[in-house]
């Protein structure tokens, strides 16, 4: 048994402290999923026409028409609106949006998917570069540090005037937000022993679903787009006033012991142990006792020992655990919107693609919660890649030609599977890559994800041209992805890696387990080693 697994048994184990401290941190991922779901409602797209003729049904970029003598016409006659725009109805609730505030429509409405982009970059640079902020900080300083600056840069997002400087404090507040999201889940499954992780893990999911569900109503009460930030910098204001605190949000002792920090871990660890009912002074049967195993890792470990992820180069099956996984989050995260267009061929109201998705997200979050304990991690990750390469295929060569309802259906599988593949890459890479890089392991995979993301938006700015190609594109690498899976460890049950090597020593094994075969007549009988040797000399 490793000496930090050890420490961790005679400190009472997973007993009420852990469990209670792990159970809290689902509440932080409420107001993370606000700010996460923010950026559609803060750009949907109300419906609209000029000022000057509000009896027309809302139009597009030319909703009137002039004489070709009129300067600056079009050569078809036409010149955009420069009267102003009527919005006649809000869009998701918001009777202000920045869209609406600076008529972000045709010439400007290259802005819009320019300004979701902005967003989700912030986000993949929060989880690349707070990563190893979490390995080499720790995941308390992390989470406390991005806390304080995203209440404060959603503050300076509230009273922003021009749009260059909204775009430069989204970035840097998605950012703050990755940083304290990554720090959150790590620390969050390194509290919990391996029996409990997917349980905790798939809770604080389905806590951030329920954020993502409250921002419509949060909007509907705000109706104004700045009011909306402002409540969100209150939201993770208040999560800095109570998870702030040591005893709310302790450092976790997991990277402590395996960075060779044992001196500051003693603390965290004597507090685990009184809440359990463990006197950390007592020997175990064994002979030894917290206090006596804390001593040795102190003599043996005098100064902290940290890593860097780029010594992945030097493992033998890290690395590739890192690509594959990195891979499938890529893929499940940038075909999403290839299924919502199959469900949704003209743009529909912000309404059903939201809820749509928050839902799905739930019943995928639901399905592992059942079957990735009881299946394993990779046979599960296995079926649901299956299953997003399969419908992605049937709706790329026979959308024309099948009924609407098999559409339909091949529409919803396709994005519940996405949301599976999303969900368990990120709980799959933190399993299997060693504490001592786990923050900067996860931030990679989560990065891609965000990168996969970000495709629809460049796809938008470009008028949808390169639409069918993406889809093509991601459907392939689905399959592709599909054959890569089989290499991947089995995380189930096993207790997290704490040191690079250990974390190589997590080899794939055959997805059916069964017995081993044996001969039913061995040449030698086991009672006669040395019949080998005689029958060689004789030879």
Known sequence: MEPEVRVLRLAG????????????????????????????????????????DPARAPSTCLPLSYPESVPHAGSDGARPCSRGWYYAQSAADLLRSPVTQRNLLCEDGWKVPLEQVDHLLGWLLGCVLLGPGCDWFGRRAVFVGSLVLATGLGVGEALVASFPALLTLR???GGALAGASLALYVARLELCDPPNRLAFSMGAGLFSVVGTMLLPGLALLAQDWQLLQGLSALATGLLLLFWGFPAVFPESPCWLLATGQPARARRILW?????????????????????????????????????SVLELRHTHVTWRNALILGFSSLISEGIRASFLHSLFPSEPSFYW???????????ATVFLLLTADLWGRRSVLLLSTLVLGLASLLLLAGTQYLPSWTVLFLSVLGLLASQTVSALSSLFSAEVFPTVIRGAGLGLVLGAGFLGQAATPLTKMHGRHGFFLQHVLFASFALLALLCVLLLPESRGRTLPQSLQDADRLCHSPLLRGRPRQDLLPLLPASLPGAGIQLVQEG
């Open 353 to 363: 693609p939201y809820f749509l998705a928050a839902g799905l997200e739930a019943v």
């Open 171 to 173: 970035l840097l507040r």
């Open 13 to 52: 184990g997973f007993g009420r402290a852990r469990c209670l401290l792990a159970a809290a941190s689902w509440l932080p991922c409420v107001a993370l999923g606000l700010s996460l779901g923010s950026e559609l409602l803060l750009t949907a797209l109300p419906a609209h026409h000029c000022g000057s």
């Open 271 to 307: 507090h685990f142990a009184k809440a359990n009912g463990v006197d950390p002074e007592d020997s175990t049967e064994e002979g030894s006792s917290l206090a006596m195993e804390l001593d040795m890792l102190c003599a043996g470990h005098p100064q902290p020992r940290h890593h």
